[in-house]
């Protein structure tokens, strides 16, 4: 939901059609950049209907200059995704079915969650995955003020710091010490700071599952 998220599903929509299509081709879209202070302050104070309601319009307007998917680039805001998806006639693509349907074709049962902290401890993200038969492990608590802070104080404002990638690889680690047989990265910020190259743990980056996930559907 930052731009620097929105930049990059930006980039990986017009790559991805390019390199499957070929040519000069690229992807046609529309964007609803959101104001991110407005809606992070209406989370920090519980003020969800609001924050349905404002999604909801801009769904209905994406939807209303031609939108034939809708995606929401961000998890956290994934606990209105009911209330949006309510809100338009065209599919909505869950992000939490994405990544869990990733996991499940690697063979895992059990998967672990990096991502804010409201993600990691609100059911709306984890339960959504569970449903689908995985297991879902999220870091010790103690770990969640640092994620949230590499997120709010360092990503979302494009800054990639080589020691916060070595904390992050380190709770990777973690989760997988916990019984976790793969990581998501289940913040869409969080793939600018870890790669699969980091991290002997085979890692979900969701940012890319969902475009991939969203050009199958948008190219059939």
Excluded at 51 to 80: K, Y
Excluded at 87 to 102: E, G, N, Y
Aim: hydrophobic letters at 45%; charged letters at 20%; one cysteine or more.
């Amino acid at each position: 939901m930052s731009w620097e998220s929105s930049l990059e599903y930006y980039k990986l929509l017009n790559l991805g059609v390019e390199q499957r299509l070929g040519g000069l081709h690229s992807a046609r879209t529309v964007m609803s950049s959101v104001e991110f202070h407005e809606l992070t302050e209406l989370q920090r104070a519980g003020r969800w209907d609001e924050v349905g309601t404002l999604l909801a319009d801009a769904a209905r307007g994406l939807e209303a200059a031609g939108a034939d998917l809708l995606l929401m680039c961000t998890t956290a805001f994934h606990t209105v995704a009911d209330q949006v998806e309510a809100a338009v006639s065209v599919p909505f693509l869950h992000l939490a079915d994405v990544v869990a349907q990733a996991c499940q074709a690697r063979g895992l049962s059990s998967v672990g969650l990096i991502g804010t902290s409201f993600a990691m401890q609100q059911p709306f993200f984890v339960d959504r995955i569970a449903s689908h038969g995985l297991r879902v492990v999220v870091p010790d608590e103690s770990r969640h003020d640092t994620i949230d802070r590499i997120i709010y104080d360092e990503l979302v404002h494009g800054k990639v710091v080589d020691t916060s990638r070595t904390t992050v690889v380190g709770v990777i680690d973690e989760l997988w010490d916990a019984g976790a047989q793969g990581v998501i990265l289940g913040c869409t910020e969080l793939e600018l700071l870890v790669k699969q190259a980091d991290s002997e743990v085979p890692v979900f980056p969701c940012t890319t599952l969902h475009v991939e996930a969203a050009l199958d559907r948008a190219l059939s």
